[in-house]
């Protein structure tokens, strides 16, 4: 059974840009999570999707937003990029959003 | 007032020991916890999880305590190989009156460093 991918695993983008990140829930899962991890705040939550549908959301500022697929699949977006959203990015699949939840490897944004 | 950097308490141990991991957590009505392991350049790996009914769990050379009267959990590992070097965090589900649920919303620790000298 195929884990959580998450693509790109790495990324460099520039100051005022946008970014999409992608990440594939195990077969199965439908509550996809979305944490930014840097070491000044460790990790933090930012939403949750659960068949489509935004269930919770963190605190995080409106630039950082998602969706989810019909398959699942999810993506995040950040817009208007700051150098404090240099980070590790992780989403984590489950199958309620209640129960196990696993980790994809990740994608490193450097914003320069 | 905010750190500038998480400064990660660090656990070192030899091999073949046993370690002890740790972690008290916020929410008292939080039933459910995850502990996960992060090697460096990788995601968190999922380790262990306990419910908050019950107070002992255990896995393959793990074995996770969850005490509720002090919000306290604890992270054990059976004789300790190098590839247990990582840093561990400990997670829980804190219970929104919303929904009756968390909604994929973990509540990280700050993490420890287990490192393992051979």
């Known amino acids: 059974k195929a884990g959580v991918t998450q693509t790109p695993r790495y990324l460099i983008k520039t100051r005022g840009q946008q970014v999409t990140l992608s990440c594939s829930p195990i077969?199965?899962?439908?509550?996809v999570s979305w944490y930014q991890q840097t070491p000044g705040q460790g990790l933090q939550f930012l939403f949750e999707y659960f068949s489509e549908t935004q269930r919770n959301k963190g605190n995080f500022p409106g630039r950082f937003s998602g969706r989810q697929f019909s398959n699942s699949r999810s993506e995040m977006n950040v817009s208007t990029l700051e150098l404090g959203d240099s980070a590790l990015y992780l989403c984590?699949?489950?199958?309620?959003?209640?129960?196990?939840?696993?980790f994809g490897q990740g994608t490193r944004l450097t914003v320069v | 007032g905010e750190s500038v950097g998480l400064h990660l308490p660090t656990l070192s141990v030899q091999e073949g020991d046993n370690s002890i991991i740790n972690c008290a957590y916020s929410n008292s009505a939080s039933d459910y916890f995850i502990w996960y392991k992060q090697e460096s350049g990788k995601g968190p790996q999922f380790i262990i999880d306990?419910?908050?009914?019950?107070d002992k769990r255990q896995g393959q050379r793990v074995t996770v305590l969850l005490n509720k009267t002090v919000k306290h959990l604890s992270l054990q590992i059976a004789a300790t190989q190098p590839g247990d070097s990582a840093v561990y965090f400990c997670?829980?589900?804190?219970?929104?009156?919303?929904?009756?649920?968390?909604?994929?919303?973990?509540?990280f620790g700050k993490g420890t460093k287990l490192s393992v000298k051979p």
């Open positions: 984590a699949s489950s199958f309620t959003g209640n129960t196990e939840a696993f």
């Open positions: 077969s199965g899962h439908r509550s």
């Open positions: 306990i419910r908050s009914n019950m």
């Open positions: 997670a829980e589900f804190p219970r929104s009156v919303n929904y009756g649920g968390s909604q994929g919303n973990l509540i």
